[in-house]
């Protein structure tokens, strides 16, 4: 089992940047990836940055060259520094970890919200 700890989120203006963490506790040796979703209001939650153990980063098409994921292995936490943030990115961020043994298991943090005023 996995435990995942948000935090960071707030409010900012346009144009502002945040960093959001995640710590991960738990079994974290089986982890294969980790990564970041958002739900905007009344919206499906979508991918927003995943980095796997190895392999490349995937960025969704609205925040790649404005968002940075990044991973701590010592401290077992993943980043997502966020620059030029729009209103649009509004919503509750959640951390993900990934865990493959034959079927894929997903675990979830309870979300930071994040609120970008124009």
């Known amino acids: 089992q996995v435990q995942l700890v948000e935090s960071g989120g707030g409010l900012v203006q346009a144009g502002g940047s945040l960093r959001l963490s995640c710590a991960a506790s738990g079994s974290i040796f089986s982890i294969n990836a980790m990564g970041w979703y958002r739900q905007a209001p009344g919206k499906q939650r979508q991918l927003v940055a995943t980095m796997p153990n190895y392999g490349s980063t995937n960025y969704a098409d609205s925040v790649e060259g404005r968002f940075t994921i990044s991973r701590d292995n010592v401290k077992n936490t993943v980043y997502l520094q966020m620059n030029s943030l729009k209103p649009e990115d509004t919503a509750v961020y959640y951390c993900?970890?990934?865990?493959?043994?034959?079927?894929?298991?997903?675990?979830w943090g309870k979300g930071t919200l994040v609120t970008v005023s124009s």
């Open positions: 993900n970890a990934r865990v493959v043994g034959g079927i894929s298991v997903d675990y």
